[in-house]
């Protein structure tokens, strides 16, 4: 990362990620340096090696999930893995807009990938296309139940695709292995 890294929205208050609305000054240009605020006690609470085993160790979707994503109150000592990580950086990567101005959030989200690769792969054929939940994160506002043939319209990042298309890291738009995975082939085997 270069210094003088610059994101552009403006900061958001935490509530606002659970308007149904985004407030009217959200798409303002607002430059800004990259702030960050390194929590080591949160990252070692909710990124360890336990927690992965215990996350990889779900039975279903829903459970995955839950230990995923899910969390308790902000202020609480036990975040999500990914929400966790969010936290333990800080700052900018704690703000939905902004976050992925971040070149961290895309390390952080990598590997956000990498887990719930690790977790199909541990039952390929009943996990590869397991969903569980709505369309919209916190269900916020209500929808509809995730569906592999809902489609996801990308705007302006890419034409419109099918839930079905996505949920596969070798098939699709996508082309990508992590070759250290349980029972995932070697790079020789590709």
């Not at 210094?3 to 959200?26: V, W, Y």
Request: aromatic letters at 12%; proline letters at 7%.
């Amino acid at each position: 990362m270069r210094a003088s890294t610059t994101l552009h929205f403006r900061n958001f208050r935490i509530a606002e990620a659970f308007l149904t609305e985004l407030p009217t000054d959200s798409l303002i240009y607002a430059p800004h340096c990259l702030r960050r605020d390194l929590n080591s006690p949160m990252m070692l609470n909710n990124t360890n090696q336990t927690t992965v085993d215990r996350l990889l160790a779900s039975e279903n979707i829903h459970d995955f999930q839950f230990l995923l994503s899910d969390s308790g109150p902000l202020d609480s000592a036990w975040l999500s893995p990914h929400v966790g990580g969010h936290w333990a950086i800080g700052q900018d990567l704690r703000d939905v807009f902004t976050s992925p101005g971040d070149p961290a959030f895309w390390l952080h989200h990598g590997m956000i990938d990498n887990l719930w690769t690790q977790w199909q792969n541990k039952d390929l054929e009943n996990r590869r296309f397991a969903l569980d939940g709505t369309v919209t994160s916190f269900n916020n506002p209500p929808s509809q139940n995730a569906t592999l043939d809902y489609v996801l319209d990308w705007g302006y990042v890419g034409k419109p695709r099918r839930v079905g298309e996505l949920m596969d890291t070798k098939k699709g738009p996508y082309c990508y292995r992590y070759s250290y995975v349980e029972g995932a082939p070697r790079p020789e085997q590709w």
